[in-house]
């Protein structure tokens, strides 16, 4: 309870923060605000991409003080947009919000069909904040007000839009229903490139769900359409179907076919001039130069990537997470595990400050500004049916409309008094539950887990103490150089690293208990250690990213062994691999 209510301590504190600033903003402005008429104001925000928020929000509230409401909502989707390309998103879902509730104002008349544009704000910010399901749902609005002024084409295209958010959501499914309607369209409209399109997108759903030739016949008649187009964009859409093409006989075990296909994307990438599309293509190249073992063209493709211009885009770093695994794992298998070391440092440092607990936090707080805002939202919007009740019975009794007002306010927040009362009540006997039986479960393994814990951490500690007196030995030795001693020294640290994480793990597997591991040992015998490894961490619900943590890989490392377990368990298409481990 105190933990909640520090939280709404600070959200207050900081909503009071943005007003003192933007009252401090619209101190100066940057145009004559005051003398131009709306009209003009409202011709130039649209076509001014550096518009600034004080002279939009000046303008805002003219046209609230002469009850322009299509101009004050035009303004208000001015600075959704400026907010969104300054990526401070929170801002902008609120102000596209703040549009919406001026269109559903009684008195507000939209003349121009202006209500695509709010859903089209609003579902952007809501992407940006990982909202999707939300996301969705003004999609498919914008859609819907798009068919009821007639432009059935503008429609469709959001078919392709709608089926990406259900991809962010892992629904395959659906998103290919929505891929598939796009592509229909596109060949009603026969526009050649939008139907290659929207068969490269169902090809991505069938990689996902493992249907690999269904994915490749998918890839190779969207690759069809874009073999003649020589423009930049042709170039790039040829380089990213060949490269689904690529990793698709990867995942069918036809690695050289693979690798030959992704120098034909890096020739198309080169030729498009794109660094992005370069570097990636350049760690495809040099990873499938790695699965053949042949080490030194994997180094020179990846020393390609180092001289290839960057920026500090989120898309660089990610590729330089790539980058520096790729270049750690390439020495490892050359057994140069000094410079496998260090680049897996610099790995693991990337990894934390991308996917860290800050990062992690940002967004958590994003969504649940999101959660505050859609409720504010909605009481706004009853707020205002209510006041416009009232306005209307001012004219005739407005001292009993008064009173009226009030005895619901006080009935209301009676009634909140209660509900909340109620909830935590039933919280606080629920969590108590919870507790003791939690307890009494934790006493009944405690045991168990401590014997077989116990052990492994002993043979840890022996094996540090070991390896402390081994690298005091090594530098007293005579007739080796200083830098011999200390590679043999980081080999020493980085096999206690190992043993360190592998411990770990056993402790998180150990959390299953030995029935799990004997009903899928009797029932797959044919598992490797690591394949039984893996399925603990799936059915202990681990995500991808914490699986990868744990073993130490990258995430799609840790996709492509859960494809290769898929095949050896004989997990049915489209069934979810937790859902299976779950029922042995």
């Given at each position: 309870?105190?933990v909640?209510?520090?939280?709404?301590?600070?959200?207050?504190?900081?909503?009071?923060?943005?007003?003192?600033?933007?009252a401090?903003?619209?101190?100066?402005?940057?145009?004559?605000v005051?003398?131009w008429s709306?009209?003009?104001?409202?011709?130039?925000?649209?076509?001014?991409?550096?518009a600034?928020?004080?002279?939009?929000?000046?303008?805002?509230q003219?046209?609230?003080n002469?009850?322009?409401?299509?101009?004050a909502l035009k303004?208000?989707?001015n600075?959704?947009?400026?907010y969104?390309?300054?990526?401070?998103?929170?801002?902008?879902?609120?102000?596209?919000?703040?549009a919406?509730?001026?269109k559903?104002?009684?008195?507000?008349?939209?003349?121009?069909?202006?209500a695509?544009?709010?859903?089209?704000r609003?579902a952007?910010?809501?992407?940006?904040?990982?909202?999707?399901k939300?996301a969705?749902?003004?999609?498919?609005?914008?859609?819907?007000?798009?068919?009821?002024?007639?432009?059935?084409?503008?429609?469709?295209?959001?078919?392709?839009?709608?089926?990406?958010?259900f991809?962010?959501?892992?629904q395959?499914d659906?998103?290919?229903?929505?891929?598939?309607?796009?592509?229909?369209?596109?060949?009603?409209?026969?526009?050649?490139?939008?139907?290659a399109?929207?068969?490269?997108?169902?090809?991505?759903?069938?990689?996902?769900?493992?249907?690999?030739?269904?994915?490749?016949?998918?890839?190779?008649?969207?690759?069809?359409?874009?073999?003649k187009?020589?423009?930049?964009?042709?170039?790039l859409?040829?380089?990213?179907?060949?490269g689904?093409?690529?990793?698709?006989?990867?995942?069918?075990?036809?690695?050289?076919s693979?690798?030959?296909?992704?120098?034909?994307?890096?020739?198309?990438?080169r030729?498009?001039?794109?660094?992005?599309?370069?570097?990636?293509?350049?760690?495809?190249v040099a990873?499938?130069n790695?699965?053949?073992?042949?080490f030194?063209?994997?180094?020179?493709?990846?020393?390609?990537?180092?001289?290839?211009?960057?920026?500090?885009?989120q898309?660089?770093l990610?590729?330089?997470?790539?980058?520096?695994?790729?270049?750690?794992?390439?020495?490892?298998?050359?057994k140069?595990?000094?410079?496998?070391?260090?680049?897996?440092k610099?790995?693991?440092?990337?990894?934390?400050?991308m996917?860290?607990?800050?990062?992690?936090e940002?967004?958590?707080?994003a969504?649940?500004?999101?959660?505050?805002?859609?409720?504010?939202?909605q009481?706004?919007?009853?707020?205002?049916?209510?006041?416009?009740?009232e306005?209307?019975i001012?004219?005739?009794?407005?001292?009993?409309?008064?009173?009226?007002?009030?005895?619901?306010?006080?009935?209301?927040?009676?009634?909140?008094?209660?509900?909340?009362?109620?909830?935590?009540?039933?919280r606080?006997?629920?969590?108590n539950?919870?507790?003791?039986l939690?307890?009494?479960?934790?006493e009944?393994?405690?045991?168990?887990q401590?014997?077989?814990?116990?052990?492994?951490?002993?043979?840890?500690?022996?094996?540090k103490?070991?390896?402390?007196?081994?690298?005091t030995?090594i530098?007293?030795?005579?007739?080796?150089?200083?830098k011999?001693?200390?590679?043999?020294?980081?080999?020493?640290?980085?096999?206690?690293?190992?043993?360190?994480?592998f411990?770990?793990?056993?402790?998180?597997?150990?959390?299953l208990?030995?029935?799990?591991?004997?009903?899928?040992?009797?029932?797959?015998?044919?598992?490797t250690?690591?394949?039984?490894?893996?399925?603990?961490?799936?059915?202990l619900?681990?995500?991808?990213?914490?699986?990868?943590?744990?073993?130490?890989?990258?995430?799609?490392?840790?996709?492509?062994?859960?494809?290769?377990?898929s095949?050896?368990l004989g997990?049915?298409?489209?069934?979810?691999?937790?859902?299976?481990?779950?029922?042995?």
């Amino acid at each position: 309870m105190i933990v909640r209510l520090h939280a709404i301590f600070l959200f207050i504190a900081f909503s009071l923060f943005l007003l003192f600033a933007r009252a401090q903003e619209s101190e100066a402005t940057t145009i004559p605000v005051n003398e131009w008429s709306l009209e003009k104001l409202s011709e130039y925000f649209e076509q001014t991409k550096d518009a600034k928020v004080v002279d939009i929000n000046q303008a805002y509230q003219r046209a609230m003080n002469k009850g322009e409401l299509m101009y004050a909502l035009k303004f208000q989707l001015n600075l959704a947009s400026v907010y969104y390309h300054r990526k401070e998103y929170q801002a902008s879902l609120k102000n596209a919000y703040e549009a919406l509730l001026l269109k559903e104002q009684p008195d507000f008349k939209d003349d121009e069909g202006i209500a695509p544009r709010i859903h089209f704000r609003i579902a952007l910010a809501l992407h940006s904040i990982g909202a999707y399901k939300e996301a969705i749902v003004q999609r498919k609005l914008q859609q819907s007000e798009l068919y009821k002024q007639g432009l059935d084409h503008k429609g469709h295209i959001l078919d392709h839009y709608i089926g990406n958010l259900f991809l962010e959501l892992n629904q395959w499914d659906s998103a290919r229903v929505y891929y598939q309607e796009y592509l229909k369209s596109s060949e009603e409209y026969l526009d050649e490139r939008e139907i290659a399109f929207g068969k490269n997108n169902i090809g991505i759903t069938y990689i996902e769900e493992g249907d690999y030739n269904a994915a490749l016949r998918e890839f190779e008649a969207s690759y069809s359409y874009y073999v003649k187009d020589t423009t930049t964009k042709g170039l790039l859409m040829k380089a990213t179907v060949l490269g689904n093409i690529g990793n698709t006989k990867y995942f069918l075990g036809k690695t050289d076919s693979a690798l030959v296909l992704w120098e034909e994307v890096l020739g198309f990438c080169r030729k498009s001039q794109d660094s992005i599309y370069i570097a990636k293509a350049l760690l495809e190249v040099a990873q499938l130069n790695l699965e053949i073992n042949n080490f030194q063209k994997s180094l020179y493709y990846l020393r390609e990537v180092d001289q290839v211009k960057q920026s500090n885009s989120q898309a660089w770093l990610k590729i330089n997470l790539s980058f520096y695994k790729c270049f750690s794992d390439t020495y490892e298998a050359m057994k140069l595990y000094d410079k496998a070391l260090l680049y897996n440092k610099k790995y693991i440092r990337l990894f934390e400050s991308m996917y860290g607990g800050e990062e992690m936090e940002e967004l958590y707080a994003a969504k649940s500004s999101f959660q505050n805002l859609k409720i504010k939202s909605q009481l706004h919007e009853e707020q205002m049916i209510t006041r416009k009740q009232e306005e209307d019975i001012k004219l005739l009794e407005q001292k009993t409309a008064l009173v009226r007002f009030r005895f619901l306010l006080i009935t209301l927040l009676a009634l909140l008094i209660v509900v909340v009362a109620i909830f935590l009540i039933y919280r606080l006997k629920r969590k108590n539950e919870i507790q003791r039986l939690s307890k009494e479960l934790l006493e009944a393994t405690n045991e168990r887990q401590s014997q077989r814990l116990t052990e492994t951490t002993l043979n840890l500690a022996r094996k540090k103490e070991f390896a402390e007196d081994l690298k005091t030995r090594i530098t007293q030795l005579e007739g080796i150089e200083a830098k011999d001693k200390s590679a043999i020294k980081l080999f020493v640290d980085n096999e206690l690293q190992i043993d360190e994480s592998f411990l770990e793990m056993e402790k998180l597997i150990d959390q299953l208990g030995d029935e799990f591991f004997i009903k899928l040992n009797n029932k797959f015998p044919n598992l490797t250690e690591n394949d039984i490894k893996l399925c603990g961490l799936i059915r202990l619900k681990l995500t991808t990213k914490q699986i990868s943590i744990v073993k130490s890989i990258t995430p799609d490392s840790v996709k492509v062994s859960k494809h290769r377990l898929s095949k050896k368990l004989g997990v049915e298409k489209g069934t979810v691999l937790y859902e299976f481990l779950k029922d042995i």
